[in-house]
């Protein structure tokens, strides 16, 4: 079965300054990978590149079958994204952006309402315009715009900044959901903990590429890699670790 | 695409109508426009009552500036500009959509700036038929020039001084025929204002056609 993403030496560019410097990755379908890195990486830009907002410059970049070199907006009816930022209209209410959202991706607006309620926005809360909402709340309604709009890839960048203990905990409990519906997420988290519970597989950036997990040394302020850990080459997809226990957290 | 369009404007008229800004900010700022010229021609009437049509279309001009900005400032709030991107909807329909609504506050906007410009500078309406033509025709062909050059000009850091210089030069020739065909109308003439709203029309089907083609990759690389 084709991988549901495919990355190949990939480059990709703000001005002249590589974003992404060959990058090289396949996730196949229902998987769920943590992309894992220091600030710099090359995290965020993978993500970007895998919805499509960041152009390819060379290699090759294949999402749930279609080729972002080529057409790079041919995938996003079936993406969902979290970034840093919202993605919401601040005047709209919590409702108004869901309805858009949906109704944008050429969904009906009838299933909206339980979404409201798994994601706290029960009865006049939803009302709400957006920019009135604590920012956690607003982390919540981009969730539910994410599921509202019943994607296939979720691709989610610090899903878990912004959220109390029981958003954190509703996050995980939606992202094991949805490897439970096999559904493909990807997603970037500095929750090391949480994120590693979540993911199938690690995959490490530096630099804007793919690369071996580091050596723990115990003196490191980020866990080892957890058993469940992949190794991933810069030119080829993942290699299953073997039982190293120096890798096991 | 159609469908994608009656989302979009409804979704930026809905914002403009609860924000208030057209109606808070960009009205006022036309009657200023319009006070301005009043102080700058002095108050007499023989002067100011040839001049209005030239007066009102500048003052639509440049509100359109503002117009055009606010449509992208609810954009560029929490990066919805990328989340309109990965919405998945059709770019032609996202550029005919903005433009609609676009236009949709121009309109109003001008019905206020006629009031004025009766009030004011002692124009006496005729030929409405023109005048409404000209109002239609005009208003979507800057609703689409702005609408185009302003998703140039939002994604770059300079975009409140570029948008000007962009949008104000290629639509000299909706201030100049516009500006004919209420002269037309206002002196009684409105015959003589045929040629110059088949320009306005040509102008808008044109600028429609360009966005409808260019505005997704325009959205893309900005």
Redesign the interface.
Known sequence: MAPAVRLHEAVALAGRFPLLAGASLEVGEGEVVHLRGPNGAGKTSVLKVL???L?VHSGEATVLGRDLVAD??AV??E?G?L??????????TVE?NLR??V????GVVTGIRPVLEQFGFAGRLASI?VGRCSAGQ?RRASLAVLVARGARLWLLDEPHAGLDQDGRDLLDELLTGARAAGRTVVFASHELERAEAIADRVVHLAGGRVVEPPEPTGASDSPAPSAQAARQTISGPAVPVTEDPAHVA | MLRDAVLVAGKDLRIEIRSRVGLNQIGPFAIAVLLLFGLALGPDRRVLAPASAGLFWVAVLLSTLLAVQRSYAIESADAARDGLRLSGLDPAGIFLGKASAVAAQLLVLEAGLTVGVTLLYGAHLSGALVLVAACAAGTLGLAAVGTLYGVVASGLRTRETLLPLLFLPVVAPVLLAATKAWDAALAGTPSHAGGWLDVLVVFAVLYIAIGTVAFGPLLEDG
């Not at chain 1, 970034?83 to 709209?92: I, P």
């Not at chain 1, 109704?103 to 050429?106: E, P």
């Open positions: 919805a499509g907002l152009a790079r907006r996003r009816r993406i994204m970034g840093h930022q919202s993605f919401l209209y601040e005047e709209l108004e858009f959202a109704r944008a991706n050429r315009p607003q």
